[in-house]
């Protein structure tokens, strides 16, 4: 079979949301009181998914067209990218607890004529956008610059912050080393050469003058602080893959995950204590006192872009809320 690491992996992140969503907002002792031992967590009948998975949508049916119409350019993203966001926004299903970052500024993203750089929030760095981008690490032909963009963009059309950025740049990236290949044991190390070398690159072509809304004096100095927030806790990361306990919350290690770079790192912690165990490692993520959906959602984009489709139980796939989206999405960029 070939690995298929684009279904594996839009399979695996919504898998993860749909395990964390009912643990989420809930201390680890609570967790283990409602849904007993952490490494037999079973998914729930009906596995729905939350605002993660439904964003993950939109964002991968926005580069699809947008790829559809040609080379992927900004303005070409931009506005499929804000026509889905906002479709989602007046959706009736859009019922998941959705974070008020993503609520505002896709608010905001209705008024046409505005610039989408007036709808970002520049003062959140919450995990909401890098729990949606591992579409822009799997769709293939992109090239370095393009990904790098693309992900960055799709970020600021709600989350402006610096750190939103990097870490979502950060994790199509790892999204798309790990469906490539990539030795899971080096890849922390390939995250940190990457951060520095993208530390002071302000894309101008991507972002416009986002960075003028902020305090900062020039547009590297913006953008810096989000990659160097996101380097340091990739040195926590590098840390806690060698000393943390599996049986210890992840969160303790790298953080709770409501924060962009805190997402990333413990979602990536989660994949790396279990590389070749995938439902294992979305055990861990959904049993953590963090933003479990989020957390989960991000280790299965890891360990399905890793592992392929083959990664997750059958019957686990089958009942599995747009089964059916996640599937069209894969088919396309697995061919």
């Not at 393009?146 to 799709?154: N, W």
């Not at 709770?256 to 294992?280: H, K, N, R, S, Y």
């Amino acid at each position: 079979m070939p690995k298929q690491p684009a279904t594996g992996a839009l399979l695996g992140l919504a898998l993860g949301d749909a395990l964390g969503f009912p643990t989420e907002f809930n201390d680890v002792p609570s967790i283990l009181a409602k849904c007993g031992p952490w490494r037999e967590m079973e998914l729930p009948r009906r596995a729905i998914v939350s605002d993660d998975t439904q964003m993950t949508l939109a964002v991968g049916r926005g580069l699809r067209t947008a790829m559809e119409r040609g080379y992927l350019a900004p303005r070409r993203l931009e506005r499929p990218l804000r026509e889905e966001f906002v479709d989602w926004y007046h959706s009736p299903e859009n019922n998941r607890a959705p974070g008020n970052t993503c609520l505002t500024a896709c608010g905001l993203l209705t008024e046409d004529g505005r610039a989408w750089q007036h709808a970002s929030q520049i003062g959140s760095k919450g995990c909401g956008a890098n729990m949606r981008v591992a579409p822009i690490g799997l769709a293939p032909g992109l090239s370095d610059e393009q990904r790098s963009g693309a992900a960055q963009l799709q970020s600021g059309l709600t989350h402006g912050h610096p750190t939103a950025l990097a870490a979502s740049d950060l994790t199509a990236h790892a999204v798309h080393l790990l469906a490539r290949g990539t030795d899971p044991a080096g890849l922390v190390g390939r995250l940190r050469s990457y951060a520095l070398d993208h530390r002071t690159r302000y894309d101008h072509t991507w972002l416009g003058d986002l960075w003028t809304r902020s305090q900062d004096p020039s547009p590297e100095h913006f953008i810096a602080r989000g990659w160097d927030e996101c380097l340091g806790i990739l040195d926590r990361l590098q840390e806690a893959v060698r000393t943390v306990s599996p049986e210890t919350d992840p969160c303790l290690a790298t953080g709770e995950g409501w924060i962009a770079e805190e997402a990333l790192a413990t979602g990536l912690l989660c994949f790396l204590l279990f590389p070749d165990e995938p439902v294992t490692a979305l055990r861990r993520a959904a049993c953590t006192a963090g933003d479990s959906d989020s957390i989960a959602c991000l280790t299965g984009a890891f360990a399905g872009a890793w592992l392929g489709a083959q990664a997750w139980p059958a019957d686990w796939a089958e009942r599995i809320e747009y089964r059916g989206d996640l599937l069209a999405l894969g088919a396309l960029w697995d061919a």
